[in-house]
């Protein structure tokens, strides 16, 4: 199944959006879900670098990784990665304005830290990379935008080197039929749309090579996640950072969704 949104549609979308993320996602230029625990709290800032924390326990990144950052961003996470663990990192986005500011932002580290970390414009559908390039491959809230997910999964499983390591989170979709409100606020405004319920996923992961090792529904903390954005975006409404109003109203119907049955979010671990 492919969407009737495309690769341009996608860099359009964070190329003019970038802004207004910084705004009350993070002025940092991080854009992701968090995992919400006790210790986060209903800290949505402190979730998101919870989620990355999780990720890179459960990654067994070390310091002889090669690490494929999917959909990098502003290479925010890739950077955190490469200053917890000394391994070489290779972030790509199909965003040029994010590609480049993470390129920036690594020029501007210590010479050996910058060393070990490479940004570059790419789709995550012809990957520029040789086959078993990487012992890693990682992504955060990237596949759900590209229109031919089956070709981002074909090209992460040839680019792993074998016994390698995938390890992403993804939006899914539990049934077929959603609401029109789900429909104009999750699925239009984010261009987006997907063939996989969770378990669905499994079985197309499983058909492309890889061993599924873990897999985790975390639906909750999404919906959590979209509570506290919509608080976030009236909060800087309120402080006069701008008219967020649509947001919020977007955000209530993101979470309503997620109750409704109509959107998910799961993690996935695989080897190849």
């Given at each position: 199944?492919?969407?009737?949104?495309?690769?341009?549609?996608?860099?359009?979308?964070?190329?003019?959006?970038?802004?207004?993320?910084r705004l009350f996602?993070?002025?940092?230029?991080?854009?992701?879900?968090?995992?919400?625990?006790?210790?986060?709290?209903?800290?949505?800032?402190?979730a998101s670098a919870y989620l990355n924390e999780l990720m890179l326990a459960k990654s067994g990144i070390d310091k002889s990784s090669l690490v494929l950052d999917i959909g990098c961003g502003n290479g925010n996470t890739a950077i955190?990665?490469?200053?917890?663990?000394p391994c070489k990192i290779t972030g790509i986005d199909l965003s040029g304005v994010r590609a480049g500011n993470a390129a920036e932002a690594a020029a501007k580290l210590d010479s050996e830290l910058s060393a070990r970390l490479?940004?570059?414009?790419?789709?995550?559908?012809?990957?520029?990379?040789?086959?078993?390039?990487?012992?890693?491959?990682?992504?955060?809230?990237t596949i759900y935008h590209v229109p031919d997910k089956e070709?981002?999964?074909?090209?992460?499983?040839?680019?792993?080197?074998?016994?390698?390591?995938?390890?992403?989170d993804d939006l899914t979709k539990p049934k077929p039929q959603v609401s029109e409100q789900a429909q104009k606020y999750v699925?239009?405004?984010?261009?987006?749309?997907?063939?996989?319920?969770f378990t669905g996923y499994q079985d197309s992961l499983k058909a492309h090579g890889f061993e599924v090792v873990e897999a985790e529904d975390l639906s909750s903390h999404l919906k959590t996640s979209y509570e506290?954005?919509?608080?976030?975006?009236?909060?800087?409404?309120?402080?006069?950072?701008?008219?967020?109003?649509?947001?919020?109203?977007?955000?209530?119907?993101?979470?309503?969704?997620?109750?409704?049955?109509?959107?998910?979010?799961?993690?996935?671990?695989c080897k190849k």
């Open positions: 199944m492919q969407s009737h949104f495309t690769e341009q549609d996608t860099e359009r979308y964070y190329d003019t959006e970038e802004a207004n993320y996602w993070d002025k940092e230029g991080s854009v992701h879900w968090g995992y919400f625990t006790d210790a986060t709290g209903g800290d949505f800032l402190a955190w990665i490469a200053e917890n663990r490479r940004f570059e414009k790419a789709s995550a559908t012809a990957l520029p990379f040789e086959d078993g390039s990487f012992s890693h491959v990682w992504s955060q809230a070709a981002v999964l074909d090209e992460a499983y040839r680019v792993l080197a074998k016994g390698g390591t995938f390890i992403f699925y239009d405004r984010l261009l987006y749309d997907t063939p996989f319920s506290k954005l919509r608080e976030m975006a009236g909060d800087a409404t309120a402080r006069g950072l701008g008219d967020f109003t649509g947001l919020v109203t977007a955000y209530e119907h993101m979470a309503a969704a997620i109750t409704e049955g109509d959107l998910g979010w799961a993690l996935y671990v």
